[in-house]
């Protein structure tokens, strides 16, 4: 796989970004990736201040190579202020007890036990929180995240969702380079004006937070918008699993590829053995986009939760505050190691995968896919 402008700006050997996943892209995990040639992304999401500076500094410790810290900037959320001053109806904390009774009902129709504080803690990623620091989710816990991502000058920031202009001063100062994911051609513009150096174009097929657009669809219409040679080099995503998937995202305009769900089934990977396994039993049936997690659209692998939600034709409240709801659920879901409760995010090419392996193994195949894919493609039609 021959060098390009993604390897250029951030001093990686192939154009392969591990996707930013909470809970799976721990710094085992992004490290591998990193050793093996590409960049390995923190799934920084969850992390408090406290945490997220004990994961920069451990992936530090097991490599030398560039690496990159993900986290959430929701737009939606840094406008709750303002935005609940003129809302009309109940508010999202007004429907709150309503969702908690809920849950309970679930709970208790499942046969769940309830999670005490410290195991609820633990499985919402909060059990490493240092006293006094900012509520999950919050304007205030994002502005935290910044400031140590600025503190520790961390080589790459990618936003998983929003726009870090606010920021890009500081981050440039510090010589960061700077990413953002995007699902729409109007995001992408938008994001580019900022002074990005690279955007992820992620389609409807990704796992977790994604758009409503295909993936086939939404990179070439971004690159034409914001790409092509004088522009920002644009990446594919959103169930991209393989190699001939790397190869096709290039064959529509990308210059690299950011690829969670082929890593989720890693043996470096933060997931609990039951979710992996789940990975390997699925096919690309078993995935569905609700908001049932985190208050915004997600692809999931099926679960009852998700499903309660459609059954009971309820709407999920916004983020931050459907993750008071759903985090007991989760949590319970994976003590109990059910599946079919707490299965984790995943994209529609999760068919492919079909063991746990190390993430050198699933990097190496997908260059050498990605190879096999161009040398046999048809030089003419």
């Known amino acids: ?16 970004l591990l996707a930013g996943m909470g809970g799976a892209s721990i710094p085992k995990l992004a490290a591998a990736v990193s ?40 737009a939606s959320v840094r ?51 240092a006293p006094g620091e900012p509520m999950f989710l919050t304007k205030e816990f994002f502005e935290a995240q910044m400031q ?35 699902g729409a051609v109007r995001h992408a513009i938008q994001l580019a004006s900022a002074g990005l150096d690279l955007i992820v174009a992620q389609g409807h097929d990704g796992g977790g937070h994604n758009s409503p657009i295909g993936t086939m669809a939404l990179i070439p219409q971004v690159v034409d918008a914001v790409g092509g040679p004088k522009g920002i080099p644009v990446l594919g995503a959103g169930g991209i699993c393989d190699g001939r998937g790397v190869a096709a ?30 990975i390997v039993d699925s096919d690309e049936e078993n995935t569905m986009v609700s908001k049932s997690v985190t208050g915004k659209p997600a692809r999931i692998i099926r679960t009852k939760w998700a499903q309660a939600y459609v059954d009971a034709k309820m ?39 079909k063991k746990v392996r190390p993430a050198q193994e699933i990097f190496d195949d997908l ?11 048809p030089r003419e039609i």
């Not at 290039?250 to 690829?259: D, P, Q, R």
Request: proline content about 7%; some cysteine; aromatic content about 6%.
């Open 1 to 16: 796989m021959a060098k390009n402008r993604v390897c250029e700006i951030l001093g990686i050997e192939h154009p392969i």
């Open 79 to 129: 406008r709750a202020d303002d935005a609940g001053q003129n809302a009309q109806g109940p508010s999202p904390m007004d429907l709150l007890p309503q969702h908690l009774k809920f849950a309970e009902e679930f709970m208790a129709r499942e046969g769940l036990s309830k999670p005490t504080k410290e195991e609820l803690a633990q499985g919402m990623g909060a059990a490493n929180r």
């Open 315 to 353: 709407d999920p409240l916004p983020m931050p505050f459907q993750s008071m709801v759903s985090g007991q659920i989760l949590t319970s879901g994976q003590l109990a190691k059910r599946a079919d409760i707490a299965p984790g995010f995943a994209g529609q090419g999760i068919g492919l995968i």
């Open 35 to 74: 050793e093996a040639g590409g960049m390995g992304v923190l799934g920084a999401a969850a992390c408090g201040p406290k945490m997220l500076r004990e994961w920069i500094r451990e992936i530090r410790s097991y490599t030398d190579k560039p690496f990159a810290v993900d986290t959430l900037l929701p």
């Open 249 to 278: 995202a290039f064959c529509l305009g990308a210059e690299g590829v950011w690829i969670g769900s082929a890593f989720l089934a890693s043996e470096e990977a933060g997931l609990l053995p039951y979710q992996k396994q789940a």
């Open 148 to 182: 140590v991502v600025i503190e520790e000058k961390v080589p790459v920031y990618a936003a998983g969702l929003g726009n870090p202009g606010p920021w890009m001063r500081e981050m440039k100062a510090n010589g960061t380079k700077v990413m953002g994911v995007v």
């Open 367 to 377: 260059v050498e896919g990605c190879k096999r894919a161009i040398a046999s493609a």
